[in-house]
């Protein structure tokens, strides 16, 4: 008879210890994610583009020359390449605004290809021509002084930010008319911004041309193109 009366009293006790835990356990669990909305988040891209005149050209130029040695090729290059700047310096270009581009020293070799026939040497300089109206006479004047290589012409912007900040805005506004659009068909609405991420490039090509050996009658003539430099942004808002 005392045992049963043991077994009874440690099961009302186990009840006891039972009733009082589950409601605290009830209290601090969560919801499963998703079952209240929240964790919801939409993800767009907006963009918007930036449509500018270019201010200045970066111009490519330089002496390629062949000797049967390599002291020669390069002594030839020399000569002609310090005339060539003479008359780039002399049509207003500052001697900080042209950098050297690359030096190629190379051997060229026969039919068999075996053999060295002689010897060719390159050097090619990038102009800042800060004055649109002078790119085609410092090519001529160039080309007239001796150079007979280019890389090109590469249109840009002196202030390269000119305008990013009022795309940004736009590119916002682009993503989020997309986010509410996907909000709204998803019976949804949109919270706070989570992230953004920015992504900004320019389409600047390069515009080339052949330099011939002899000076051009007439000024080479160049048309700057109209700069293109697209704004994108990545924005995660949640959604409520």
Do not use: C, H
């Not at 040497?121 to 006479?137: E, F, H, I, M, P």
């Not at 000076?215 to 700069?227: K, N």
């Amino acid at each position: 008879m005392k045992a049963k009366m043991s077994w009874g009293a440690a099961g009302l006790l186990l009840g006891l210890v039972a009733a009082l835990t589950l409601p605290s356990l009830a209290q601090t669990s969560s919801p499963s994610p998703g079952t209240d909305g929240s964790g919801r988040t939409v993800t767009v891209t907006g963009s918007a583009t930036i449509r500018s005149a270019p201010d200045e050209a970066v111009v490519t130029l330089g002496v390629q020359t062949q000797a049967p040695t390599a002291q020669g090729a390069l002594q030839q290059n020399a000569s002609r390449m310090n005339d060539v700047m003479k008359a780039i310096l002399g049509d207003g270009v500052k001697p900080a605004d042209i950098a050297t581009a690359w030096v190629n020293l190379y051997p060229n070799y026969d039919s068999s290809g075996t053999a060295i026939v002689s010897y060719s040497a390159q050097n090619q300089v990038n102009v800042t021509v800060r004055d649109l109206s002078k790119v085609g006479s410092i090519i001529d004047d160039a080309v007239g002084a001796g150079a007979n290589l280019s890389s090109g012409i590469q249109f840009q912007l002196s202030d390269q930010n000119q305008g990013v900040e009022r795309a940004l805005g736009q590119a916002v506004a682009n993503a989020r008319a997309k986010a509410e659009a996907l909000a709204a068909a998803g019976d949804a609405t949109l919270g706070q911004v989570v992230t953004i991420a920015e992504n900004t490039y320019g389409q600047y090509p390069p515009i080339p041309f052949a330099a011939d050996a002899g000076r051009a009658e007439a000024s080479t003539p160049i048309s700057p193109p109209t700069l293109e430099t697209q704004v994108t942004v990545t924005v995660v808002w949640s959604l409520v």
